[in-house]
C-alpha cells in the first residue's frame, strides 16, 4: 500500500520556465512533506520542507505548497534550470510513532537548455 | 565539515556471507535510519534508532540486524537471510523532533552487488 504516490515517473521542462512536481498522500496523520533531490549513485539532498500547519513554503526557486483537504503537495521550480534535472523524491512523516519517512517513487526532471 | 560518511561506496558479497555497512555521522543527531533504494522505486525504512542503544524495526527489518553502541555510528549487517540483498543502503540521521520538525540528512550510499 504506497502511501505517498508520485504519479508521474519523469517530467521534461524547458530552460527558464516553470517545473511542476506533483505529490499525492494518503495517510492523515502525516504532518510534516519534505521535498529531496537526487542524482545517481549519491545519496538525496534536502531541498524544502513544510509542516502540515501552512500551506506554503518558499525557498528561492523552490516553493511548496499543500493542500491537507486534497491531500496533495507540489513542488514548484521557477525558473528552471538545466542543473535542476535529477530525481526528485516527496516524503512524508506522520505526528505519532517512529517519525521516518515515507518517500514517493520519484519523478525524473529533465531540464532542457 | 559535518556529514555522513558510508563506506564502502561499493561492496560485493558472495551467496551466504554475511556483511556490515558502515554508517558515522558528525553532526550530533540524535537519529539515525538505514534505508534501502530498488530501481525504479522510493526508499523503504529498514531500521532506525532514536537514541544510543535503541533501536526498531522499519518496514523490511527482515535478514538486516543494526546496532547503535555510540551516537555517531549506526552499522547495518545485512546476513544471509536476506534473500535479495543487491540493492543501494542509504543510512541518514536527525536531530530528535521535539516541538519542531527536523529534516534527515543522507550519507552518499553503498551499492550492494551479489555474486
Known amino acids: ?113 | 565539515d559535518g556529514g555522513i560518511t558510508q563506506s564502502p561506496k561499493y561492496l560485493f558479497r558472495k551467496e551466504g556471507q554475511n556483511v556490515t555497512l558502515s554508517c558515522e555521522q558528525n553532526l550530533n543527531h540524535d537519529a539515525m535510519y538505514w534505508y534501502r533504494q530498488d530501481p525504479g522505486q522510493g526508499l523503504r525504512l529498514i531500521y532506525y534508532s532514536q537514541i544510543v542503544n535503541d533501536f526498531q524495526k522499519g518496514d523490511i527489518a527482515e535478514g538486516y540486524s543494526v546496532s547503535r553502541e555510540k551516537k555517531e555510528s549506526f552499522p547495518l549487517t545485512v546476513t544471509s537471510a536476506q534473500k535479495n540483498p543487491t540493492a543501494f543502503y542509504l543510512c541518514a540521521s536527525s536531530f530528535r523532533t521535539g516541538r519542531s520538525n527536523q529534516p534527515q540528512h543522507f550519507g552518499d550510499g553503498t551499492r550492494l552487488s551479489i555474486l
Open chain 1, 1 to 113: 500500500d504506497q502511501q505517498v504516490k508520485q504519479n508521474s515517473p519523469s517530467l521534461s521542462v524547458q530552460e527558464g520556465r516553470i517545473s511542476i512536481l506533483n505529490c499525492d498522500y494518503t495517510n492523515s496523520m502525516f504532518d510534516y512533506f519534505l521535498w529531496y533531490k537526487k542524482y545517481p549513485a549519491e545519496g538525496p539532498t534536502f531541498l524544502i520542507s513544510i509542516s502540515s500547519i501552512k500551506d506554503k513554503n518558499e525557498d528561492g526557486r523552490f516553493t511548496v505548497f499543500l493542500n491537507k483537504s486534497a491531500k496533495h503537495l507540489s513542488l514548484h521550480i521557477v525558473p528552471s534550470q538545466p542543473g535542476d534535472s535529477a530525481v526528485y523524491f516527496c516524503a512524508a512523516s506522520a505526528r505519532t510513532g517512529r517519525r521516518a519517512l515515507t518517500f514517493g517513487s520519484g519523478t525524473r526532471l529533465q531540464v532542457q537548455p
